[in-house]
């Protein structure tokens, strides 16, 4: 059976939120085994889903850090 990452980078999910909940992990892990098993026919006993919370500070896209493309991007957009 191939191997399949997902890594899943958050923000938070409602204003201040510091980290996604005990459910919303639960779901992500159900979800992305769920869809494992219906695409490539992946046993859920034989699917790993690691998930890593990542800061905004600690990402970037575009060449630069995630926050100030997003506002690059929204300055542009009007």
């Given amino acids: 059976m191939p191997i399949v990452t997902i890594q899943v980078t958050r923000e ?10 005990a459910d919303e992990k639960a ?3 159900r979800g992305s085994s769920q869809l494992l ?10 699917t790993f ?6 800061d905004t ?10 926050q100030e493309f997003r506002h690059r991007r929204a300055a542009k957009t009007g």
């Fill in 37 to 46: 098993f219906d695409v490539l026919g992946k046993p859920l006993d034989s």
């Fill in 27 to 29: 779901a992500l892990i």
């Fill in 49 to 54: 889903v690691v998930i890593e919370e990542v």
């Fill in 57 to 66: 500070d600690n990402w970037g896209w575009g060449g630069l850090p995630v």
């Fill in 12 to 21: 938070g999910t409602a204003p201040g939120a510091a980290s996604l909940t």
